[in-house]
């Protein structure tokens, strides 16, 4: 469980660069576009549905994969010690 918890952390990390990456060429291609110099915007475009967009969904899904392992192993970890998990009154 840790190992999986490792590789998911570790490619949430790439994806979340790759997102960053995507943004800033997306912030500055279309800077490029407003003073009429060609600095890839229709290609982002281009590459917004294939890649992108699923990029930005992998990172969500990862995410909640990541929170609901978390999530779960918590709760075992404080079962196995005995505690009671129920709110206090």
């Known amino acids: 469980m840790s190992r999986l918890r490792q590789m998911i952390s570790w490619f949430l990390v790439a994806d979340t660069f790759f997102v960053l990456a995507s943004f800033g060429w ?12 060609p600095l890839g915007f229709e290609v982002w475009l281009r590459l917004w549905e294939p890649l992108f967009m699923p990029a930005i969904g992998v990172l969500m899904a990862a995410a909640l994969v990541s929170g609901g392992i978390s999530y779960v192993q918590n709760r075992w970890q404080l079962r196995s010690v005995g505690q009671d998990l129920r709110p206090r009154e």
């Open 26 to 37: 997306f912030v500055v291609a279309l800077l490029g576009r407003s003073l009429a110099m």
